[in-house]
């Protein structure tokens, strides 16, 4: 039986706290089950948002999606968890990740690494993150995701929640600047995702990432900025990219369950500026009977 449709919001702008708080409370009317923030230079700093989101609202979790491993210490980092876990009355999800952004590495005089050496970098944080976090008896669920072999492995054997964004790094892009995966390669890398984790007692719950999301029945009008500044993009195959909702209410919905069977993308998660238009597709969703799955937590065993 698949899962139950949940849905997280990830809030991107900082605001003064009134303006803050009446977003994250916004989040919660719609019906969002988990309010998100990134780690990225220049936008909010994660744990002193979620203890204002988690002190707004009563119902949604909150999380990081996902924190810069290379901007943390484990030490430092565990005292934040479990300090935020706390003050949230147990509510946080841990996202980590390896960091893609290496400007933000250099503003910050960060080391950023080859990919292989963000990758080592992100497992020692997670084993010694785990063993702090059992020291302090905090348990959260961890949420980790990425594209690349040594990076899947990774989260097949440590992350609750696999995460996937449908995209990548553009070659020599030292910004950031992502350029989505096509509907095979997103394919092909879910199946891999699979192979590494089929020894797995317990499947992780996994979660995608929506870039855009438009109600419409002019899809062609909805996408063309997009189409004008990605001359090498069809509107065939932007429709065609798991990311991109672009449609009817009955299309789009019918995609998302058609995401769900094929690969078991339950938790999906829309960018803030895409928030109120992707509610009509989270309530159509929530037509499903089945209850919102408990998720498994950080330190856990897998074997």
Known sequence: MPRPFRFGASLLTSAPADEWRAR?????ELGYDVLLVPDHLGMVAPFPALVAAADATVRPQVGTFVLNAGFW????LAREVTTTHDLTGGRLELGLGTGYVQAEHDTAGLPFGSPGERVDHLRRTIEELGR???????????????????MLRLTAEHADIAAFAGASLEPGSTTGKLAPVDAAEFGQRVAQYREFAAD????????????????????ASALRPLLDRRPDLTLERVLDLPVMLVGTL?????KLRA?????????LTVLEPYMEAFAPVA?????NPLATPAVPLLGSPHE
């Not at 905090?138 to 072999?149: A, S």
């Open 200 to 219: 797995r007692d317990e499947p992780a719950e996994l979660n995608l990432l929506i870039q855009v999301v438009a109600v419409t029945d002019d899809p």
């Open 283 to 287: 309530a159509e969703l929530r037509r």
């Open 250 to 254: 009955d299309e789009i919905t019918a």
């Open 24 to 28: 994250c409370r916004r989040a919660e």
């Open 259 to 267: 995401l769900r069977d094929r690969y078991g993308f339950s938790y």
């Open 132 to 150: 702090l976090l059992d020291a302090a008896n905090c348990r959260v669920p961890l949420l980790l995701g990425g594209n690349g072999d040594r």
């Open 73 to 76: 210490n484990p030490t430092l």
